[in-house]
């Protein structure tokens, strides 16, 4: 199997422009590792399974187990509101629950500090945007808990609340409760100085493999922001099989479907997407896309098994990952296969 999907991604990498790091487990073990390509293509150097990478939307099943544990600490409830934590929030009836779950109803933040925020070369935090929201309201897609509509301001909002609850920063604890204790010592939030170490992460490009360069809103936190490798990525899915972060009946609330409306092909439960497979399986991914990076985390507890890509060309090579899942989970004679697109690799956290 590792010399098939050594010759799967040898392909992506010289014909379909894919340029990156991939791990593949089952039974929890590697059976495939691999970096394709350059970290910086004006440098020319090469990548390696220990570059970090920004990872755009799988950051959310992060701050989703952030929020996971102080509720188990009783230090929140899902079904508190955020004026709990945020007392001039200006929106009512929002609960950490409808954030988790994308039902707040709330407008991206990506696209109205485009408009309110009055300096672009300044960067822009959290507690930024609460005040821009507070100041100027901007109107909500929907009424909470009436749509599920895919809400990147929902998770900057709980990693505020995650500082709020905790006392400390939102990257402080991560640190100190998730990326120390599981050893993910390649693993932090995004900050000027960790980010300017290019001999450890991975520069962001275009699909023309031009350079992209941060901008104010890589300052927000939550939705987006944490910076990983494949490697440490392993040590994360190895962690979810156990009770090191919080109980096994806790962290099954994240893998349950909450879409009131069913949709035959996906669902959403805690920082994670559920989908079924051609051959039957359900897994839980998570796919990103930020400035230049493209991100894609799959896990299917049936096996142990999980597919880890991270790419810094967003080029588009991602949506090529249906043939690794219908090599690593082949359709058994009997089983009818789903729809098509049901394993085709969904773009999210993009800006036009």
Do not use: C
């Amino acid at each position: 199997m590792e010399s098939q999907l050594d010759s799967i991604f040898t392909h992506l990498h010289k014909r379909k422009g894919f340029n990156g790091t991939v791990l593949v487990t089952k039974y929890d073990k590697v059976i495939y590792k691999g970096a394709f390509g350059f970290a910086n293509f004006k440098r020319r150097d090469s990548l390696n399974t220990h570059t970090a990478f920004q990872l755009a939307s799988v950051s959310k099943q992060f701050t989703a187990m952030a929020i996971m544990m102080l509720k188990e600490q009783g230090k929140l409830s899902y079904e508190d509101s955020v004026q709990q934590f945020i007392p001039n929030f200006p929106y009512k009836g929002i609960t950490i629950r409808q954030l988790l779950t994308h039902r707040s109803g709330l407008s991206n933040y990506t696209y109205f500090s485009d408009e309110l925020w009055p300096d672009r070369r300044v960067p822009i935090t959290n507690e930024d945007v609460l005040d821009l929201m507070e100041a100027h309201q901007p109107r909500p897609y929907y009424p909470p808990n009436t749509h599920y509509d895919y809400s990147n301001t929902g998770y900057f909002l709980l990693a505020s609340i995650v500082a709020k609850a905790s006392g400390m920063p939102f990257s402080a604890f991560m640190e100190k409760n998730i990326f120390g204790p599981l050893q993910m010592k390649n693993t932090f939030t995004f900050s000027d100085s960790l980010v300017s170490q290019t001999d450890k992460v991975a520069t962001g490009h275009t699909g023309g493999r031009r350079k992209r360069y941060p901008d104010y809103l890589d300052t927000v936190l939550g939705d987006k922001g944490i910076y990983s490798t494949v490697e440490d990525l392993y040590k994360w899915d190895q962690a979810l099989y156990t009770d090191k972060l919080v109980k096994r009946e806790t962290l099954e609330e994240a893998f349950t479907g909450s879409r009131l409306k069913k949709n035959k092909d996906e669902d959403y439960g805690f920082g994670w997407r559920i989908r079924p497979l051609d051959n039957g399986d359900t897994v839980v991914y998570h796919a990103g896309l930020w400035h230049g990076y493209t991100t894609y985390l799959l896990r299917n507890p049936k096996d142990h098994s999980a597919l880890i890509v991270l790419s810094n060309v967003s080029n588009g090579s991602l949506r090529h990952l249906k043939e690794i899942q219908r090599f690593l989970y082949p359709v058994q004679q009997g089983i009818t296969p789903v729809e098509e697109n049901a394993t085709a690799v969904p773009v999210v956290n993009a800006k036009p």
